[in-house]
């Protein structure tokens, strides 16, 4: 059923594609029961690889004097059409199996925080999913970033 839907959104094929290209292994989760739409999410045992060493966003990015990454997961996301996964959205992959076990993902960042130039991450370590907070323009090589997509 979802296969009909992407034929008839090549956009959506092609965000689909980018995921699969950068090692986000993307699968459906579930269903937006206001929408309709299902819904894709990065589904690959560690952070994918092809967007790692990332800081948050474009301003953190500019905002490095020196070794500023290539790129930034909010605007990797953008170009992919796709968003980043929030908190709860995170929080329900989880149940869905153990990911980012040796690695961690930026999440969605509420404009408070952001605002005050922070960027929140999680990962799952002791068999626990954890929260943190980190200067946004901060980036690591075990540090990436999940994307949904809706279709």
């Known amino acids: 059923m979802y296969k009909q839907k992407l034929e008839t ?3 959506k ?3 689909l594609a980018q995921m699969e290209e950068t090692g986000g292994e993307p699968d459906v989760v579930g269903v937006d029961e ?3 739409e299902f819904l ?3 589904c690959s045992a560690e952070s994918p690889k092809g967007r790692r060493s990332v800081c948050y966003d474009k301003e953190a990015r500019e905002s490095r004097k020196e070794h500023a990454p290539q790129n930034s997961a909010v605007e990797m996301a953008a170009a992919m059409a796709a968003e980043l996964l929030d908190e709860e959205q ?3 992959l989880q ?3 153990k990911f980012d076990q040796k690695t961690s993902s930026w999440i969605k960042t509420p404009p ?3 605002k005050l130039d922070g960027a929140l991450f999680c990962d799952r370590r002791y068999d626990t999913v954890f ?3 980190n200067g946004a323009q901060s980036y690591y090589a075990v540090r990436g970033f999940r994307v949904l997509l809706k279709v």
Do not use: E, N
């Open 90 to 92: 995170y929080r329900a």
């Open 34 to 36: 206001k929408t309709g």
């Open 40 to 42: 894709f999410v990065d």
């Open 13 to 15: 094929l092609r965000s």
């Open 112 to 114: 408070a925080i952001r």
């Open 131 to 133: 929260l943190y907070h």
């Open 9 to 11: 959104q090549p956009k």
């Open 95 to 97: 149940t869905l199996g």
